[in-house]
């Protein structure tokens, strides 16, 4: 059954200039994992705007509710190239709350822009 489903896109250029202006904002949004590569390089900005619209999306998947972090959610990377979600704290108690069992997520960036799609199962 589907508990919900989010969807959220991002200019990636708009993206930029926000992570440029306010470099600690890189933290607050991502864990070590979604900002660096296994090979040890910072991800892409298009990427981390793929990453961050998926966080968005989720939290419209949950209902939006207040007091979710952003860190709480994480975006990663099966060696398939697959992307899944790993949740924790606030976003596992709101899933938990409504029965959410798994999740699909779908990224994209293309033409200057990040979208992602994700879906809630219970």
């Known amino acids: 059954m589907i508990i919900g489903v ?21 933290e607050r949004l991502f864990v070590d994992r ?6 040890g390089e910072r ?7 793929a990453r961050f619209a998926a966080k968005e999306a989720l939290a419209k998947a949950l209902g939006a509710p207040g007091g979710l972090r952003w ?18 704290g606030t976003v596992a108690e709101r899933a938990a709350e409504l029965g959410v069992r798994g999740w699909h997520v779908s990224l994209s960036h293309d033409a200057g822009v990040a979208s992602a799609v994700v879906v809630a199962e219970g």
């Open 6 to 26: 989010g969807i959220d896109v991002a200019e990636i250029d708009r993206f930029a200039t926000s992570l440029a202006r306010t470099p600690s904002m890189a």
């Open 71 to 88: 860190t709480d959610a994480e975006v990663c990377t099966a060696d398939s190239g697959q992307p899944y979600l790993r949740v924790r």
């Open 34 to 39: 979604e900002l660096w590569l296994p090979s």
């Open 43 to 49: 991800r892409g900005v298009a990427s981390l705007a």
